[in-house]
């Protein structure tokens, strides 16, 4: 397989839109990365041009996806990259998304805490707008 396979670390742009499908749960959200550079000349930071993706995910991911991530959280997305160009009302369009295999908050930004989920437990479903999924105890004995 000639994938190519990247790495953005950005911000989410938009909310996540989660999706129930006959296929299974998919869910994409747009994201924006701005590379900045040290200008040496006005000894200052300067900001570079936005690239915006969009970026999909499937299954479990897709789910911890919608419960997980808010607009202007900082992320780290690892995936495939797609190309796509089209024709729309006479002009054509290029569309940058990325399947995403892994996304994870960018903790160079910050902290963040881990909720594993426990496969086949329906109340860990798709949580939406941030809300905490269930914990389930588990005995040990």
Request: charged share 25%.
């Amino acid at each position: 397989m000639n994938e190519t396979l990247v790495t953005l670390v950005g911000n989410a742009a938009t909310p996540v839109d989660f999706r129930e499908t006959a296929a299974g749960s998919t869910a994409r959200f747009r994201m924006a990365v701005t590379p900045r550079r040290w200008d040496r000349e006005q000894q200052v930071w300067a900001d570079g041009r936005t690239s915006f993706y969009t970026v999909w995910a499937r299954r479990t991911l897709a789910a911890n996806l919608s419960g997980s991530v808010s607009v202007g959280e900082p992320l780290v997305v690892h995936g495939r990259l797609k190309v796509r160009e089209e024709e729309r009302e006479g002009v054509w369009k290029t569309s940058v998304d990325v399947e995403a295999v892994a996304v994870g908050h960018d903790l160079t930004k910050g902290t963040a805490a881990f909720r594993r989920v426990l496969r086949g437990d329906p109340a860990l479903v798709a949580p939406t707008h941030r809300q905490k999924p269930a914990t389930k105890m588990v005995s040990m004995s």
